[in-house]
């Protein structure tokens, strides 16, 4: 087997691009055959992201031999990928680059796997009326492409980026079901993985068969020595299930990099053949429909020694490259970050860092998530303040996506620097709010469970939000009701500051953990699964009956969804403010130019003299867009775990 370091690409000079690629004979050619509006739409947008593009690829592969020849090929595939859309997608396109804030009307998301949701991808068709009624107008599907043999960390270790997951449908049910929510108003986000791959795909297998094309699709460190030398500086992600970043290969008497589990090999995109398979991927699926792309675990894209080879600057340079070709082949597509990071490194995930320019759409504000799990343990919004006032302004057209719970564990040590900020003594609370969420410590309402956390080392929480708030644990109506508070509140959290909001599937039915029977035949043993439950029709059934909780937290959900469609200041982009109300255990926020949103996470309930809060030196006015009630501001009383939408208008 040929010896290959993991390439740690030198900065290469930077020169002038070759505008001779632009536009050259064949690309030209290729062009004219297409109808004459087509061609014209592709002229315009190739040469407005063509020195972006090359900028960013060379870059990353301008040392690597051959590379204008390489870029021809990519641009060509583009083209040709471009040409393939169909009528009603190359439309699509075109509204949206007319409206390109068009994502930030408004919108509201939900996530689920399709099989648990819906069994298949055409049964996820059958529940549109499900998703109409939330007035979901995004839906986020887990993995669904052909994984490896399981376990295969719930689908995301791709063995086939070209085939569907045969249990969950064809290439056809993928079109049709996309087809079937375009008119319903809901835009597809399809996960895409793109760090890693199965140790089944293809690519793998060929590599381990000694093809060294493919060898060099992925990591190799040779001895043991080397291994310890990056592990020195790297984190570990499973560290109790898959510990360490490398896996010995026998047959390659080497170790390749995993950073998840050992059956899903890092990609490596040092490599330019990578990236354009990578992008050829995503540019087929766009054509079929596909409106937004989750892109997993972005962070870890780049290794370089020395460093805990994560938000590399190549990352970025990867997804802005991403993000042109996009703009070439399918603009109405989003592309949205998973980079579970500190809030101080995810604005270069918008294009803000030391290379600017347009990146991802969207990106999940996982502090913002998880501190509102540590402020309903702690009953105190201190943290919640801290990361809100850490939290930049983001360029146009891009957005926040907030959530209170999704497939994965919450991970508490996004939160780090902003308890640092606060002293020496303070990573205590995550630990603390681990344990309170895992139903450890005295009075605890929560029934959830610690995931790969050690007593030294705190990680992350796993549990459906209902078990999280207390539903489970509920023995009295009293204590019923407050679950149902808890739970609404940190909706109404999520869906006040985000941009794009996110429902994890069950949470609107308050729906509870998976029970210790089904855990015990799901495959492998993650502890995420506890949250990945079926969707229960029983619980469907009860939607409407408001004597449930079931009914409580899904009318809930449906008032609030419809609040911020009807007051679209209530989605108004732009910095959040964050009010002094004068209590810890109230979390005040500014939205646009008249909204203001209440939270109470204490089991208290509270006076609130918003008249001063507000610095207003005339007459306030507050309108309740949920309850069309006019509190009075100067004596607002915030049950316990109440959750305020008002809208605040002076008069002179
Ligand atoms: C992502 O997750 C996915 O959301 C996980 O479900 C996958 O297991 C993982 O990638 C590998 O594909 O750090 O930024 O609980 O938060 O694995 C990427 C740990 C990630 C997850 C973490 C995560």
Not at 277 to 291: C, D, F, H, P, R
Not at 395 to 411: F, N, T
Not at 504 to 527: F, H, K, Q
């Amino acid at each position: 087997m040929p010896c290959m370091p993991v390439i740690d690409s030198v900065a290469p000079d930077f020169t002038a691009p070759s505008t001779s690629l632009f536009m050259s004979p064949s690309l030209r050619a290729l062009l004219n055959t297409l109808a004459p509006e087509r061609r014209a739409a592709l002229e315009r947008r190739l040469s407005a992201q063509f020195d972006t593009l090359h900028d960013r690829l060379f870059r990353l592969y301008g040392h690597t031999h051959g590379f204008d020849a390489w870029l021809e090929q990519l641009l060509s595939q583009t083209l040709q990928l471009a040409s393939q859309r169909t009528a009603d997608l190359g439309q699509l396109d075109l509204n949206r680059e007319e409206n390109p804030d068009w994502h930030q009307a408004a919108m509201l998301g939900y996530c689920a796997y399709a099989d648990k949701f819906a069994g298949s991808l055409r049964g996820v068709a059958q529940r549109i009326p499900h998703l109409h009624e939330l007035g979901v107008t995004y839906l986020h599907l887990l993995p669904f492409l052909k994984a490896g043999t399981p376990p295969n960390d719930g689908g995301f270790a791709v063995a086939s980026y070209e085939d569907i997951e045969p249990a969950l449908g064809t290439g056809a049910d993928l079109q049709d079901l996309t087809r079937q929510l375009r008119s319903a108003g809901i835009s597809l986000c399809s996960d895409f993985v793109l760090n890693h791959v199965s140790h089944e795909h293809a690519w793998a297998k060929k590599a381990l068969a000694g093809d060294p094309h493919y060898q060099a699709y992925f990591h190799w460190v040779h001895s043991p020595e080397q291994v310890s030398t990056w592990e020195q500086s790297l984190p570990q992600i499973f560290p109790q299930t898959a510990p360490g970043n490398f896996t010995y290969i026998p047959a390659q008497k080497a170790w390749t990099w995993t950073t998840f589990y050992p059956y899903q090999w890092d990609l490596n995109y040092a490599n330019p053949a990578v990236f354009a398979e990578v992008a050829q991927a995503l540019l087929k699926l766009s054509n079929q429909g596909v409106e937004s792309f989750r892109l997993d675990s972005t962070a870890f894209l780049w290794k370089r020694i020395g460093t805990h080879c994560l938000n590399q600057p190549e990352v970025h340079w990867i997804l802005q490259a991403i993000r042109s070709l996009m703009a070439i082949a399918a603009p109405g597509v989003l592309l949205k970050a998973e980079a579970i990071m500190p809030t101080r490194d995810l604005p270069p995930y918008f294009g803000l860092g030391e290379t600017r320019g347009p990146e991802c759409h969207l990106a999940y504000h996982a502090s913002l998530m998880s501190a509102s799990w540590v402020a309903l343990a702690e009953q105190k919004v201190q943290i919640i303040q801290d990361v809100l006032a850490n939290t930049p302004a983001l360029p146009d057209g891009a957005s926040w996506m907030s959530y209170v719970r999704c497939h994965d564990d919450i991970g508490w040590n996004v939160l780090r620097p902003e308890l640092d900020l606060r002293g020496p003594d303070q990573r205590e609370r995550l630990l603390k709010a681990a344990q309170f969420f895992a139903g450890e410590s005295p009075g605890s309402y929560a029934r959830g469970a610690s995931f790969q956390s050690s007593p030294l080392s705190v990680h992350g929480t796993n549990g459906m939000a209902s078990a999280l708030v207390g539903l489970a644990s509920a023995q009295t109506p009293m204590q019923q009701a407050l679950a149902v508070d808890r739970l609404v509140l940190m909706y109404s959290l999520a869906l006040f500051v985000g941009g794009l909001p996110l429902i994890y599937m069950g949470d609107e039915l308050a729906l509870g953990n998976v029970s210790p029977a089904d855990m015990a035949t799901r495959l492998g043993t993650d502890g995420r699964e506890l949250h990945r439950p079926v969707f229960d029709e029983s619980a469907f059934a009860l939607r409407h009956d408001l004597s449930t909780p079931q009914g409580q937290v899904f009318a809930a959900l449906c008032d609030l969804s419809r609040a911020r469609r009807e007051h679209p200041d209530l989605c108004a982009p732009g910095a959040l403010t964050v009010l002094n109300l004068g209590h810890d255990t109230v979390l005040g926020v500014r939205r646009g130019q008249r909204s203001l949103g209440l939270f109470n996470f204490s089991a208290e309930p509270v006076s609130l003299n918003l008249h001063q809060a507000l610095e207003a030196s005339q007459a306030v006015t507050l309108t309740d867009v949920l309850h069309s009630e006019q509190p009075c501001p100067d004596t607002l009383v915030l049950p316990p775990y109440a959750a305020r939408w008002l809208e605040t208008s002076t008069e002179g």
